[in-house]
Nanobody, 122 residues
């Protein structure tokens, strides 16, 4: 499975961005697609995940109500709509794919894309 994330950029606090992650290869093996982020000097943290078939979603508390994860099965793409962005959302965002269940556990995700940088200015 190959994952390619894009859509990052510089935005002012309160603004919005939409990240996209295109999946290719052995997509049939994917059950869940997720987004993680890593801020400078911090560990990678879970942001959101969505089940590929049923569309169930799971968010970390800090983004609930602001971020929305969705998928387009026809395009093999998962999206992360980020609204009301805050400076603390600044990070490199990674998409990841799992053959397991909906989870925030990093170890569940076997496939990772390259990161896309999101910078939120105050």
């Amino acid at each position: 499975v190959q994952l390619q994330a894009f859509g990052g950029g510089l935005v002012q606090a309160g603004g919005s961005l939409r990240l996209s992650c295109a999946a290719s290869g052995s997509i049939f093996s994917i059950n869940v697609l997720g987004w993680y982020r890593q801020a400078p000097g911090k560990e990678r943290e879970f942001v959101a995940a969505i089940s590929w078939s049923g569309g169930s979603t799971y968010y970390t508390d800090s983004v609930k109500g602001r971020f929305t994860i969705s998928r387009d099965n026809a395009k093999n793409t998962v999206y992360l709509q980020m609204n009301s962005l805050k400076p603390e959302d600044t990070a490199v965002y990674y998409c990841a794919a799992s053959a397991g269940v909906l989870s925030a556990a990093t170890l569940e995700y076997a496939y990772w894309g390259q990161g896309t940088l999101v910078t939120v200015s105050s």
